[in-house]
Every structure is written in structure tokens, then in C-alpha cells.
């Protein structure tokens, strides 16, 4: 079955660090672009961050700028998003999502694991 | 406050044709293609329009959508219950080298 599936949320305090998982299955991770969206409670999607299948660029939303990381790791199809500094403000439904490029141009992301809780509270 | 401005709720009746819009700017919408999500609350996003206009495998072609200056469009025809949900428009912002959403857009069926 062609899933994404995320884990490692949990709670935690203001100031802590937390990683994320998101195993791929039924296709190959490294055929695309991967990208992390998030989704506060009662609130729209924001987009955070992606990695490229290929090369090193990756772009981050200003608002996790600094503080989180991707990574992917295409031998365990497996991608990662490293938090640091969390905020209650970071308080959220933590998905992956894939993106398929053709001839240069994103198809959209096709494809979203159903998700990661992180709570962020003192 | 959302890159891209959608209205907070629309409604319509069963049978019935709706609109959504998203509006955005010179960064986003008006240089890049626009793509369209939809969410069951509770669920994952799901990818309805893909480059302005194209349906993925399984999407009902009851769900069109398009693209002109710096606006675009969601149209949802022969509306049906199973359409309650919401939509979220997205595009690529140049200016801010980031994926922007809109704010979303919760749809009724009457």
C-alpha cells in the first residue's frame, strides 16, 4: 500500500526538542520532493519546509526558520524533521506530505500521512 | 493573516454550482500555478486541482478549477453532501521562497 506514516510527537515543554518520522511505503522516497506541513488546532495548513529528492536545497517557512531541520535518510525511505526551540505557539498536527515533479514543475503534494500530534505546554 | 485571502464559508444546496476563490498577488498566483486541497475535518488534506486546472485519478470531474491574473478559482457542480469540507488554495511564493496556503474555506451543503 503507497502510504506516508509519521510519528514521534508527543508533549513537551517550551524550549524542547523533538523528532519527527515519516516512513514511506509503496514507492521510493527518493523519486520526490518531501515537504513538512503543520496544522494548529482550529487553523489552516502552513507549509514549513521541504527537501528535494535531488540536491541540497531546502526552504523553510520563517516562522520555523533557525529552528527545525529537514532531513531524509532515502535508504530507510524514511524523511525527518528535527524541532528545536519549540513554542506553545508550534502546537500542531505535524504531516508530511510528497510532491511529485515533472518536467520541472510540482503536481502537487499527492500524497499525506494522516499525521503527528506535538503539544507544546508548560 | 494568509499569503492568499479565501472567504472563511461558503454554502449551497444539493444540485447546486459553488464557487471559492483565492485571491493572491504578483509573488504567488500570478507567476506560478495554483492547487487546490480539500479536508474532511478529522482527516488528511487531499490534493483536488493540481496545476490550475487538472484532476488527479479519482477526483469527480465535478471540481474544475482556474487561474487569471492574480486570482483563482475552486467551481464545485452538481453539489453533493459528501462535498462538506474544507478547501485550502495553495501556490508557490516567490518572494518568500515558501509554499503559502490560503486561510481555507469551509464548504455547507444545505
Known amino acids: 500500500e503507497v502510504q506516508l506514516v509519521e510519528s514521534g510527537g508527543g508533549l513537551l515543554q517550551p524550549g524542547g526538542s523533538l523528532r519527527l518520522s515519516c516512513v514511506a511505503s509503496g514507492f521510493t522516497l527518493s523519486s520526490y520532493e518531501m515537504h513538512w506541513v503543520r496544522q494548529a488546532p482550529g487553523k489552516g495548513l502552513e507549509w514549513l519546509t521541504h527537501?528535494?529528492?535531488?540536491?541540497?536545497?531546502?526552504?523553510?517557512a520563517d516562522s520555523v526558520k533557525g529552528r527545525f531541520t529537514i532531513s531524509r535518510d532515502n535508504a530507510k525511505n524514511s524523511l525527518y524533521l528535527q524541532m528545536n526551540s519549540l513554542r506553545a505557539e508550534d502546537t500542531a498536527v505535524y504531516h508530511c506530505?510528497?510532491?511529485?515533479?515533472?518536467?520541472?514543475f510540482g503536481q502537487g503534494f499527492d500524497l499525506w500521512g494522516q499525521g503527528t500530534v506535538v503539544t507544546v505546554s508548560s | 493573516q494568509s499569503v492568499l485571502t479565501q472567504p472563511p464559508s461558503a454554502s449551497g444546496t444539493p444540485g447546486q454550482r459553488v464557487t471559492i476563490s483565492c485571491s493572491g498577488g504578483?509573488?504567488?498566483?500570478?507567476?506560478?500555478?495554483v492547487f487546490w486541497y480539500q479536508q474532511v475535518p478529522g482527516t488528511a488534506p487531499k490534493l483536488l486541482i493540481y496545476t490550475d486546472n487538472q484532476r488527479p485519478s479519482g477526483v469527480p470531474n465535478r471540481f474544475s478549477g482556474s487561474r487569471s491574473g492574480t486570482s483563482a478559482s475552486l467551481a464545485i457542480s452538481g453539489l453533493r453532501s459528501e462535498d462538506e469540507a474544507d478547501y485550502y488554495c495553495a501556490a508557490w511564493d516567490a518572494s518568500l521562497s515558501a509554499w503559502v496556503f490560503g486561510g481555507g474555506t469551509k464548504l455547507t451543503v444545505l
Open positions: 504578483s509573488s504567488n498566483i500570478e507567476r506560478d500555478y
Open positions: 506530505a510528497r510532491e511529485r515533479i515533472l518536467g520541472g
Open positions: 527537501s528535494p529528492g535531488s540536491g541540497n536545497t531546502r526552504y523553510y
